[in-house]
């Protein structure tokens, strides 16, 4: 049994996904971590210092770790080294989403190249993906492009890594780029 590509899809090669907030929950991982340390009400205000720490590139775990700190300092709570390490991991545990593995494999069955494209580092990477990293053709992150989403340069250099011509390739996201 053959399953084609809708026609408007027919030249797509590869798909590429965002990880988290596309594939995995992140939202959970992170706001389960700091509702239980800091409080709810608090949440959003890491989301907000993410979107402004990508602006530029370092390794994600600082990013991570500088807004923790800006959180857990309006909610007045002490920091620690653990607590911060802990939080990264929690953060690299976000689980799949319900459809995740599903959608990937239904992918990959119609022939189709999957790969991430994510703003974080290869070490986190390859905690969230444990279980599933082999439904992935590629794997390319910040770390690796040495730029963040949004910027231009980290779409470019990813799908170059990847050796896929542009028009062949269909990012999706839950996230307007």
């Known amino acids: 049994m053959s399953v084609e590509h809708p026609s408007r899809f027919k030249d797509v090669e590869v798909v590429f996904f965002d990880l988290y907030g596309t594939l995995v929950d992140w939202r959970y991982a992170i706001g389960s971590f700091i509702t239980h340390y800091a409080g709810g009400e608090f949440v959003e205000d890491f ?52 459809d995740t593995i599903y959608g990937l494999t239904l992918l990959k069955r119609r022939g189709l190249k999957t790969a991430i494209l994510s703003n974080t580092e290869r070490r986190l990477i390859d905690i969230t ?4 990293k082999h439904l992935l053709d590629y794997v390319i992150t910040a770390e690796d492009v040495k730029a963040y989403k949004p910027s231009l340069e980290a779409f470019v250099r990813a799908y170059e890594a990847a050796g896929v011509q542009l028009e062949r390739i269909l990012h999706v996201s839950a996230y307007p780029q």
């Open 47 to 98: 989301f907000e210092c993410d979107i402004r720490e990508v602006a530029e590139y370092r390794p994600y775990s600082l990013i991570l770790e500088k807004c923790l700190v800006e959180v857990l300092g309006k909610a007045r709570v002490k920091t620690s080294r653990e607590l911060v390490e802990s939080f990264i991991l929690t953060f690299a545990r976000s689980p799949p989403f319900p």
């Open 129 to 132: 993906l444990y279980g599933f």
